[in-house]
């Protein structure tokens, strides 16, 4: 059963985030998908899927990488999109540090031209290094990266919450970074 919850996970997270069009999927400018289209869908490909499962995907998740709209109709990812949407977040203040997990080899790149969205519609931030080391622990050994956010923010920046508190900002120039020695 967790497993075909982290299945549908997954599947949930390439279709809301990333290709709608693998499964035939229509997301509105905001992201957001109908519900009992991707039930349908997700079954059409072969993997059985109720509103249940969903639901209990949503409630389980262990990043609340999912929310549903007020009655549940409709679905859509709380960050991490490279397809372009217009989450509607609003700016928030950050505290005088966010971290940032990566692997040592984008450090050299990092050190030249800052953090900077690469695929997704943003650089993705955490409010302690705990978090942010539980971010990439799937990519290698983690390297911790201090971002000097009250500065950027005082400097002009913006930054975004997401519904499921990663901190989101456009770039991170390499003078607000504090680096592993
Ligand atoms: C790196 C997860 C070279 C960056 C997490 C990262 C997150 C650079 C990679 C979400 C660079 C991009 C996002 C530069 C940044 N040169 N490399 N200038 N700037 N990078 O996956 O932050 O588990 O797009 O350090 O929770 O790792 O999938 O971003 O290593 O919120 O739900 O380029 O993914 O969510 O990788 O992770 P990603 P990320 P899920």
Do not use: C
């Given at each position: 059963m967790?497993q075909q919850l982290?299945h549908i996970s997954?599947l949930m ?10 499964i ?14 991707l039930i349908q869908k997700i079954n059409d490909k072969g993997t059985n899927v109720n509103f249940d499962i969903i639901?209990t995907v ?124």
């Open positions: 967790e982290k997954k997270s390439l279709v809301l985030r990333h290709k709608p069009d693998a035939g999927l229509y997301l509105n400018e905001n992201g957001w998908a109908n519900v009992q289209e639901k949503v409630d389980t998740n262990d990043k609340k990488r999912f929310a549903f709209n007020e009655d549940k109709t409709k679905i859509r990812a709380s960050q991490g999109h490279s397809i372009s949407v217009e989450l509607n977040l609003n700016e928030t203040e950050p505290s005088e540090f966010l971290y940032h997990e990566t692997v040592e080899k984008f450090l050299e790149n990092i050190k030249k031209e800052g953090l900077q969205k690469m695929s997704r519609q943003h650089v993705h931030l955490s409010k302690d290094k705990e978090t942010a080391i539980k971010v990439g622990g799937r990519r290698g050994i983690p390297q911790i990266l201090k971002v000097k956010s009250g500065e950027m923010f005082k400097d002009g920046f913006k930054f975004y919450l997401s519904e499921n508190n990663v901190w989101l900002t456009d770039n991170v120039p390499n003078k607000y970074i504090e680096f592993p020695s």
